[in-house]
């Protein structure tokens, strides 16, 4: 067991015991200059394999493991627990418009259908397409940026989802903080030096929050540096 395990279980505990929504850790690598990727499109590894491990675990203890479409688009990512034993979680995309490939491997790949959760206004025969290519698709109430977080955490407790796990990008992530939807934390970083004017960022603002937590657990993965922790989500906010 990793060192931060326990502390996700007392936090997943506790934050349950005060809010309905699915308890959410937000999870995230990045380079030592504060990109997420060199460039969108291309994607990026930067986690060396004890930390990629490290992350496929933290899915695995989670219901859901949460993407936005821009990451779809960019890197195409698998999101399963292939490199460690145990459950796969569910795939969750947020895709206002329903801009997933029919292609994707998030698709196409076996295992339990995954989620596309678009807007209302979504055209339908889009939807009609990728439910045919093996996805489910949902359509929810908009937000003033894409999917309406509170509708989605209401969607997702109705199928007896009690934990997320989202994984970005960079939009995706700023959303869940802005509002205070984020109750554990877990940033892979590494020693890597990324930027460029191309490259991917995490949003400053956020940047300079997450500078300022104290993350509870510490650990040195290869040549990466794991912070996690329960992440003092302020008591109110609209996804509350
Ligand atoms: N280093 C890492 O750990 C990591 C992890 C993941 C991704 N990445 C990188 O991040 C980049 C992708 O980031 P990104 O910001 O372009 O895309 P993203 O955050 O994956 O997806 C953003 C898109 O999701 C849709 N969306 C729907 N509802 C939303 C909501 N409530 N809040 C936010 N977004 C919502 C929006 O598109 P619609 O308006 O069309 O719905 C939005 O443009 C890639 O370069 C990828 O490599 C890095």
């Known amino acids: ?35 997420l990727s060199r460039t969108q499109g291309e994607p990026t590894v930067i986690s060396a394999n004890a930390a990629l491990r490290m992350t496929h675990a933290l899915r695995a203890v989670h219901d859901v493991v949460l ?72 359509l929810l109430e908009p937000s003033c940026e894409g999917v309406s977080l509170a509708a989605l955490f209401e969607h997702l407790q109705g199928l007896g989802v009690s934990s997320v796990m989202v994984e970005g990008g960079a939009t995706v992530l700023k959303r869940f903080f ?29 940047s300079r929050t997450l500078a300022r937590w104290s993350a509870s657990a510490v650990e040195h993965m290869g040549p990466d540096l794991i912070r996690a922790g329960p992440y003092a989500g302020e008591a109110s906010g609209a996804a509350r």
């Not at 395990?5 to 200059?33: C, G, I, L, Y």
């Not at 959760?117 to 979504?122: F, I, K, L, P, S």
């Not at 509002?179 to 554990?184: P, Q, S, W």
């Open 1 to 35: 067991m990793l060192n931060w395990q326990s502390e996700w279980e007392q936090a997943k505990a506790m934050t349950q015991a005060r809010t309905a929504r699915p308890f959410v850790t937000a999870t995230f690598a990045m380079s030592r200059d504060g990109c």
């Open 67 to 138: 993407v936005g479409v821009g990451t779809v688009l960019s890197d195409d990512p698998l999101l399963t627990t292939r490199l460690v034993p145990g459950p796969s979680p569910r795939r969750v995309v947020l895709d206002s418009a329903l801009r997933t490939p029919l292609t994707a491997r998030v698709v196409t790949t076996a295992g339990e259908a995954p989620l596309i959760v678009g807007c209302t206004q979504a055209d339908p025969a889009r939807a009609e397409a990728l439910r045919a290519a093996g996805a489910q698709v949902v």
């Open 178 to 206: 802005a509002e205070r939807a984020v109750d554990f934390v877990c940033i892979t970083e590494s020693p890597l030096l990324l930027a460029n004017p191309l490259a991917v960022r995490l949003d400053d603002g956020l």
